[in-house]
């Protein structure tokens, strides 16, 4: 049974620029909480249209930043769910923005005053034949051998239901523990991965949103979204927030990364190696000038990690 939020959908003139005591115990308890507003009307449409621009460029496709989630060994070139990574590297205004500056309120509340935004992205479900995107935790992306602490805003710019593949969550999920996962279909040309454990999805919450609202996930809730079956685009922006991961005493084991080769991995590997390394390293200073030492340390070690060909 899928429950319907029903503290969404509502218009708002005012944008939300922190959350109120009981929205801070639903995000500890439920491990995700939404909001009607956390942009003006005017510059979420603003923001939909730099990116519309950036689909129609297809920015950073040479160097694995453009990419389809779903693409696989046997997909026919049907573009069905489009990501881009940091979009704002294309066009820096998507960082000057009052989502970005109130999503990092709301995450100074949420996670730490020392938490910081780590990157954004794009996701577009084209019209009528946008692919859902399947169960799993944000986690299962990131590197097992250290400890995160991270969040997701993410805003829809347009309104999303149902039709649209609004976003699907199954509260206190985010207690669990980090689940088995597996990349879609057991493909690992894929760059998805779904969970690939049984749970109970009978109370999970659909959340269907505004343009210019938000929910807001941790690290570890589990979520999903159905196919957009509607004759809409549906457009969502993301912002990730953090705080510097540290090596894990207890590192986790994730054999479904070792085994991804999706392609925009061997995308990204081939700009590198083509001197793309330079650029990377170029952007990173700039982003991350003002951060502690070992976060370049992170950075470092994940771009050493590219350079493996998986056999």
């Known amino acids: 049974m899928i429950v319907e939020n029903s503290s969404t959908y509502n218009a708002c003139e005012n944008t939300t620029t922190s959350l109120s005591a009981d929205e801070l115990r639903s995000f500890s308890s439920s491990g995700f909480v939404t909001m009607t ?30 990419f389809d989630t779903m693409e696989g060994s046997t997909s026919r070139g049907v ?3 489009i990501q881009i990574n940091n979009p704002s590297l294309y066009h820096r205004q998507l960082l000057e923005t009052n989502y970005v500056r109130n999503a990092t309120r ?42 995160h602490a991270q969040l997701t805003f993410w805003m829809p710019l347009q309104d999303v239901g149902p039709q649209d593949g609004c976003m699907i969550y199954l509260p206190g999920s985010h207690l669990m523990g980090v689940l088995q996962h597996r990349s879609v279909n057991n493909d690992p040309r894929t760059h998805a991965f779904e969970c690939a454990v049984s749970f109970n999805d009978e109370q999970s919450v659909r959340c269907p949103l505004p343009a210019g609202g938000c929910v807001v996930h941790g690290q570890r809730t589990l979520h999903c979204s159905t196919n957009n ?34 392609a925009e991995q061997l ?23 003002s951060l502690a030492p070992s976060m370049y340390l992170v950075y470092l070690r994940r771009g050493l990690k590219i350079f493996k060909v998986h056999r």
């Open 37 to 66: 507003s956390i942009a003006p009307a005017d510059e979420v449409a603003g923001i939909r249209k730099i990116l519309q621009d950036l689909v129609d460029r297809r920015a950073g496709e040479k160097e694995g930043s453009f």
């Open 79 to 81: 573009l069905r769910s």
């Open 229 to 262: 079956v509607s004759d809409v685009d549906r457009y969502a922006y993301l912002l990730t927030f953090g705080v510097s991961p540290t090596l894990s005493k207890n590192p986790r084991k994730a054999p479904w990364l070792e085994q991804r080769q999706s």
């Open 106 to 147: 709301i995450a100074h509340q949420l996670l730490s005053p020392q938490c910081f935004l780590l990157s954004d992205f794009l996701l577009l479900k084209p019209a009528n034949v946008g692919a859902g995107t399947p169960w799993h935790q944000d986690e299962s992306y990131s590197d097992p051998e250290y400890d």
């Open 267 to 289: 995308k990204k590997r081939a700009w590198m190696l083509r001197g793309g390394v330079f650029l990377l390293l170029l952007r990173k200073i700039r982003k991350f000038r």
